[in-house]
């Protein structure tokens, strides 16, 4: 069956330190891949899109990687904030211009 | 841009009422997604159109469901005969032509179903 798993419980870290965030998926073959971030009671905003055709993206201090053999991408934050704290959500495009497949999230609180 | 809306942002209705919401894309937007969101689990892709044609509808989308985009701008969603278990956030999100790849989500519209 197709599925996408990110991590299940909550990350807790420390203020400064990277957060890095899992994405896994089986029986998925994305041509993309993208990254959002949720405030609770709000809609996703955008955050990093990767291509199949990509290793890694960056944007500031966030850093993307996109493993299509390990069927699996990674979200850092570097240097993270508590203004980071939110819900992050994984999501995968099949064809450009059509729906998401979206994981479930992972929460993330980074403590002062 | 001044960003995707939607009408209402809440929304308690009793079971068996009607009830309609409404979205606003980007301007220029010629893509347009609807999606439902229950807590704790991500957006699930319901329906989107390319200017006023609907494209493709998820199985989620029973027959109570119904969602148009008349002039290929705003569009509505409609659920008739409501049920608890319709209770969810409904999200918007629009896409440009030459960068249809990025999805731009509003803030969604929360029914609660009694």
């Known amino acids: 069956s197709q599925k996408i798993e990110q991590n299940s419980e909550a990350l807790n870290i420390q203020e400064g330190k990277t957060a890095t965030l899992t994405c896994n998926y089986t029986?998925?073959?994305?041509?993309?891949l993208q990254w959002y971030r949720q405030d609770p009671g709000r809609g996703p905003v955008f955050l990093l899109l990767?291509?199949?055709?990509?290793k890694e993206k960056r944007k500031e201090r966030l850093k993307v990687t996109f493993d299509t053999t390990l069927k699996q991408s990674l979200f850092h934050i570097t240097a993270s904030q508590p203004a980071d704290s939110a819900t992050y959500l994984c999501?995968?495009?099949?064809?450009?211009?059509?729906?998401?497949?979206f994981g479930a999230g992972t929460i993330l609180r980074v403590k002062s | 841009d001044t960003g995707v809306s939607q009408d209402p942002r809440h929304k308690i209705t009793k079971r068996g009422q009607n009830v309609t919401f409404r979205c606003d894309p980007i301007?220029?937007?010629?893509?347009l997604y609807w999606y439902r969101q229950t807590l704790g689990q991500g957006p699930e892709f319901l329906t989107y159109?390319?200017?006023?044609?609907?494209?493709?509808k998820s199985r989620l989308l029973s027959d109570r469901f119904s969602a148009e985009r008349p002039k290929g701008s705003f569009s509505t969603l409609e659920i008739q005969r409501t049920e608890q278990g319709d209770s969810a956030m409904y999200l918007c999100?629009?896409?440009?032509?030459?960068?249809?790849?990025?999805?731009?989500f509003g803030p969604g519209t929360r029914l609660t179903v009694l």
């Open positions: 029986n998925y073959s994305p041509a993309y």
């Open positions: 990767i291509r199949e055709n990509e």
């Open positions: 999100a629009s896409s440009r032509r030459l960068d249809t790849d990025t999805q731009y």
């Open positions: 159109f390319q200017n006023e044609a609907q494209l493709e």
């Open positions: 301007s220029e937007h010629n893509r």
């Open positions: 999501a995968l495009g099949m064809e450009y211009g059509n729906k998401l497949v």
